[in-house]
């Protein structure tokens, strides 16, 4: 049998083929390296988590789903950074609330809001404003998972949410200007 594209094994997935999981991950492995090294190069020096294990904990809630309807490998990998995302902010909230007194993890997010200059920010601070950002505007709120976290491009980012690339333009600039504004508060 021929290599099957990750979009072909996501179908199969999807129809419930068994075997299809483990025949997915071997090819999505370093693309999901890549993100995890990423969130984690924005984190603090000393954190727990390693990349393998913030794959590992993605994964186990991946498979966890009952229903799986991924649409192509754009949608798999945003959905896996999104998951990527919830692990360190549950991480983050588990760390704070162990700590006397509170204390936030600050991340590292590098050019991502329209700053030259590497900024300090709050995790949590950043969930929270997408959690705002979803009441006022949710396909907004998801651009901003994507894009900053998911790291797709504006084509891969316009195929998801499936507009077109130049209201997806606009949209982030939009976005980011927005969170910009939530995080300075």
């Known amino acids: 049998m021929k290599d099957r594209s990750v979009t072909e094994l996501l179908a199969a997935w999807n129809r419930g083929e068994t075997g299809a999981l483990n025949e ?19 984190e603090r020096p000393d954190h727990t988590l390693q990349p ?3 794959i590992n904990e993605c994964y186990l809630r991946l498979v966890d ?9 754009a949608h798999f990998y945003a959905f896996a950074a999104k998951t990527m995302r919830r692990v ?9 609330a162990g700590k006397r007194g509170g204390g936030y993890e600050p991340v590292t997010i590098e050019g991502d809001l329209g700053s030259t ?4 920010i709050d995790l949590i601070a950043i969930d929270e404003a997408l959690r705002r950002l979803t009441e006022l505007d949710e396909r907004m709120a998801k651009l901003v998972e994507l894009r900053m976290f ?4 504006i084509r891969e980012t316009a195929e ?9 333009t606009r949209d982030w600039a ?3 200007a927005w969170l910009t504004r939530e995080l300075r508060g």
């Open 65 to 73: 789903r009952e229903v799986v309807s991924w649409r192509n490998r």
């Open 174 to 176: 939009r976005a980011r």
């Open 88 to 96: 360190l902010v549950d991480h983050a909230r588990a760390r704070q």
């Open 52 to 54: 393998t294990a913030l």
């Open 117 to 120: 200059t590497p900024r300090v």
């Open 24 to 42: 997915l991950l071997p090819q999505v492995t370093d693309e999901l390296h890549k993100i995890a090294r990423a969130y984690m190069r924005d």
């Open 150 to 153: 998911g790291g797709l491009n």
């Open 160 to 168: 998801v949410l499936q507009v077109g690339d130049a209201t997806v």
